[in-house]
């Protein structure tokens, strides 16, 4: 397969680069990095380890069978607009949060994807693997998807562990309310994931597992106005299922907030909020939780 990650840092580069093992591969990205790859390959270290020479380049192909989008969610737009003219058989967002309402601008069929992989770009031309996940594809609606099943394939091609599911509206709200509960709640309390997990000792330190809780009951409430069956109960047993096996992990968000960097909080919280609007729910959590990061990126200069 002829395939395009746009957006080559992180995990673009760790799945393009594994992808590389299989086929064609073009990894649009920025300078050096771009540069770096053209000239010398990429390097994958860490829990999986290759050396590959995919393409690499700062604009988009103007073709290819499948566009892997792996920008922050916060350049979807932009990475749609660049894509606009382009020929493409089939585009997946391997993204968190909401994106691929963007995505259906583009004249090619949307497949819904997640990523559980951990990735850093190291440096320019080398990226770490930190953490062995899975991939799930599947359509934007419930059902198999013909288009999707190609994709699961494509990855499996390149041994990349992946799952082809046909219940990705759940699988991807049950991974919203695992990210709006664990993000925004981890990166304003400045604590590890693990901290969201019960209350210990009792009585105290229940603050943040109730907030992270909170967030996640109220995706859940607006999953089932969008008519996606998604209980209070799985959401909650999702977050805390996820801040136990990544008890130690500074979550993406909270790695932002350290840095002084943009978050995805409007892709996720916001985008609870968003949806919650259209179906009149009441969601208190996630609107305060988005407030006060978009208060804080505005205080950091970075929005
Ligand atoms: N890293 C991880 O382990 C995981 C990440 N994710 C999700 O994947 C997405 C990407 O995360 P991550 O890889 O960490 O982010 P990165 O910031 O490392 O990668 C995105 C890259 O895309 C580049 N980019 C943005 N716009 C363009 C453009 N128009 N043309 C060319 N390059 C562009 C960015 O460059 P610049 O910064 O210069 O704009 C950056 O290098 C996020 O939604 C994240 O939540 C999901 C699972 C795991
Ligand atoms: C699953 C989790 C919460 C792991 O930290 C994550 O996706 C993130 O940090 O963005």
Known sequence: MDIVVFGAGSLGSLLGGLLARAHDVT???RDPHVSTVRKDGLRIEGEVEADVDPDADTTAPESADL????VKSY???AAVEALADGDYGAVCSLQNGLTEERLAELDAPV???????????RES???????????????????PDPV???????????????????DMPRRRWEKLAVNAGINATTALCRVENGALVGGDPPGKGENAPRLAREAAHETARVARAEGVPLSNRQARAAVE????????????????VESRSRTEVDALNGAVVDRAERHDVGVPTNRTLT?????WERGAGVR
């Open 111 to 121: 497949v819904a994807g997640t990523a559980s992989y951990g990735a850093r770009l």
């Open 291 to 295: 407030r006060l990061l978009r208060a």
């Open 75 to 77: 350049d979807t737009a």
């Open 241 to 256: 299922r996820v801040a136990s096996a990544t008890a130690t992990n500074r979550s993406s968000m909270l790695q932002d």
């Open 67 to 70: 566009v892997l989008v792996t």
């Open 27 to 29: 990894l649009v990205g």
């Open 148 to 166: 999707a099943e190609r994709v699961g394939r494509a990855f499996r091609a390149a041994d990349v562990r992946t799952l082809v599911a046909s």
């Open 125 to 143: 031309g080398l990226v770490d693997c930190t953490g062995v996940g899975r991939v799930v594809v599947g359509g934007l609606d419930r059902g």
